[in-house]
């Protein structure tokens, strides 16, 4: 059974040289619009035969590092300057980026989990469903930027999945190297259900994803590594000509059991070890005190294992199932 065609169409052309701002129009109609559109922000900057770059941002609508890289980069990148095909897309979910929230406002779909999408399902769902059937083929390499959003916070690395195929992982851990975060994960996804990232990984890309630091907000140090890592990566596809500007970076990865740490009572957090430091199995990582009433210990959570904290809940409030914390494990070279 064949999906019918998407309702999305380029505003610009994405085979053609030279550089195109536009948008993807998304029919969408309602009470204040009865023939209106979403309009998704898109450039396309194009110079003969060579490689296509797929760069995307606002996966999320509240992480802001990848957008600002993007919406450089769009500015910025002269066609003079490239060899092959660049598309930016620093809004992919475009009316939660305008809300400022994880998930669409529209219809309450998360963009992450909806992959592959539906032609005729939801807002999010059309979204998906053109990402991975338009424009993903077009691509050979991915970089699907991320950060922590309002309710997570990550030191800053570029991210390559372990995957099945040895060639095709090698190639995601080059171009993630390439990027030259501070960190450089590998890892196993905790929930990879209708993730971007799987669904491009299905089709054979090379994909590598980022998240860089978070709290919903950005800071000079996180746009300054978003906007060195999307011309790394360009640089390393062949695309972008010049060396790449490269500093120091530690390999981590969350592939081992107990890296997870999620809340089991709500409250109010007190950290007693900060991001990028290191923990032992079973020390106190954070305390959870309770907030309707004094005179009680907090629950303090161990950690499950000993490494490098990489994540952790961003709000001073804790509600129940939370994800705490993320440990990582140091790779030795
Ligand atoms: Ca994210």
Redesign the pocket.
Known sequence: MSLPPSPIVPTIPLDADGKHHGHLRLPYSRNDSAWGSIMIPITVVKNGDGPTALLTGG??GD?YEGPIALQALAHELAPEEITGRVIIAPFMNHPAVMAGT?VSPLDGVNL?RAFPGKPDGSVTQKIADYFIRTLVPMADIVLDF????KTLDFVPFAAAHVLDDPEHQARCVAAMEAFNAPYAMTLREIDAVGMFDTAVEDLGKTFIST?IYGGGTASARSARIARKGARNVLKHAGILAGALETGPSTAIDTTAAGCFHFAETTGMMEPLVDLGEMVEEGAPLLNIWPTTLTGKAPLTVPANRSGLLAGRHFPGLVQMGDCLAVIASIVAD
């Open positions: 996966n999320h992480e994880r992450n991320h950060s922590g959003g998240e």
